[in-house]
């Protein structure tokens, strides 16, 4: 007996993922949510590609990633071999999103590029004259032919060393205002022009209509590859009444702002990522609100009513409090009975969930990043990554033909 459960170890071992996790059905959150239309994704960072325990996680339950930080462009953006360009063109390395992107086509997961312009954390000394924040900020001119030449080279490089795989790209993130002080009030758009007492760089040089601009250069290099990539706008808060109305005027600004051969408009955005972060940052005050619910549904058919599609890009259910665990499972299941719901024979606005609090961080400290954006209690696994309720509650709602 000692050495067939041996064997059995070894054999769970070889084959990984979906044997590791399955639960004792077989059922899969990837496979029973595409009975919905929409795909499964999971955050992943490159240090996580080391926790084969995760790894198996996100190989059994989701077919899509994210990954975290190392495609965004102050990941990638290299400032020594920018100084030494022969034509001036911002030089990028690729090496780690690159590992991350090759683990998925290995795997058979479709990956979302995420991000290409956000201004948040930018380096600086990408709107400077010969890349030296010493120097004066380049020109405007300057600023959109780097722009154009990062996005170019950023969507091409996936595309051909991975054909297929990024299937989509968040091309602008969080260009839209929500706090005080942050944009002119009188733009419908609400375009971005402060974040936290600093300037947005983008909009400062680059130009009011810089989120039009990213969308033109990115959809010029996917039409130039003949690519099925999906460009998206992404934003936090994106459920919001106030805000979901500056963000469907900037899609129509964005989706008015060039035309063909023709004289028609261009589509240059597909839809919207919603990122999904559900109640209080860093507190239990306004996590699990029913009113959300409808919100969310809301926000969706607005968006899908412009003719864009939706996918929620960084979900985390925040819960801060351990004693609310089955609120949290219970809230979570109807969350997935309003994305199942969304999706008919007439018309598929949702076609992805992605999830950035999948697990629970119950040790670290209020205030930590983590701790405050994804919440300790919101996970669907705990922190040794052990289905929680809350894991359960979404299988069994998937699994429910109600």
Not at 56 to 69: G, P, Q, R, Y
Not at 182 to 192: A, F, K, T, Y
Not at 244 to 259: C, D, G, H, M, P
Request: negative net charge.
């Amino acid at each position: 007996m000692k050495r067939f459960l041996a064997l059995l170890s070894a054999l769970c071992l070889m084959v990984g993922g979906a044997t590791a996790f399955a639960d004792e059905n077989g059922d899969r959150l990837c496979e029973l949510a595409a009975g919905y239309g929409f795909k499964m994704g999971a955050a992943l960072s490159y240090d996580q590609l080391k926790d084969q325990k995760y790894l198996d996680l996100v190989l059994t339950h989701f077919n899509s990633i994210t990954a975290t930080n190392e495609m965004k462009a102050y990941s990638m953006l290299d400032q020594g071999g920018s100084r030494r360009t022969p034509q001036g063109m911002p030089a990028i390395n690729f090496t780690k999103a690159d590992q991350m992107v090759a683990w998925a086509q290995e795997h058979g997961l479709g990956v979302r590029g995420h991000v290409l312009v956000w201004d948040a954390y930018m380096t600086e000394w990408y709107f400077h004259e010969t890349y030296v924040k010493a120097r004066p900020f380049a020109d405007r001119e300057t600023i959109l032919k780097r722009t154009e030449y990062y996005i170019t080279e950023v969507i091409t490089h996936f595309e051909e060393k991975f054909p297929g795989v990024v299937y989509c790209w968040d091309v602008v993130n969080e260009a839209v205002a929500d706090g005080a002080n942050e944009c002119d009030w009188s733009d419908p758009r609400h375009l971005r022009t402060m974040r936290n007492g600093s300037e947005n760089l983008f909009q400062k040089y680059m130009g009011d209509d810089y989120v039009a601009q990213a969308f033109l250069f990115a959809r010029n290099a996917v039409d130039a590859l003949g690519a099925d990539i999906r460009l998206y706008y992404n934003d936090y808060n994106a459920y919001f009444p106030e805000k979901a109305a500056a963000i469907r005027a900037l899609a129509e600004s964005v989706n008015t702002f060039a035309k063909d051969e023709n004289g028609n408009y261009r589509k240059l955005m597909d839809g919207i990522g919603m990122q999904g972060y559900i109640g209080g940052y860093g507190t239990q005050s306004g996590c699990l609100q029913e009113s959300h619910l409808g919100m969310i549904r809301n926000a969706i058919k607005g968006y899908a009513d412009m003719g864009l599609e939706v996918q929620i890009t960084e979900m985390a259910v925040r819960n801060f409090d351990r004693s609310a665990a089955a609120r949290h499972a219970k809230y979570y299941g109807k969350l997935f009975k309003v994305f199942m719901g969304l999706n008919t024979p007439e018309g598929n606005p949702l076609n992805a969930v992605t999830i950035w609090g999948i697990t629970d961080y119950p040790d670290l400290a209020p205030g930590n990043y983590t701790y405050d954006l994804n919440s300790p209690f919101g996970g669907l696994v705990d922190e040794n990554l052990d289905y929680k309720d809350a894991f359960y509650q979404v299988l069994e709602t998937l699994k429910s033909k109600e």
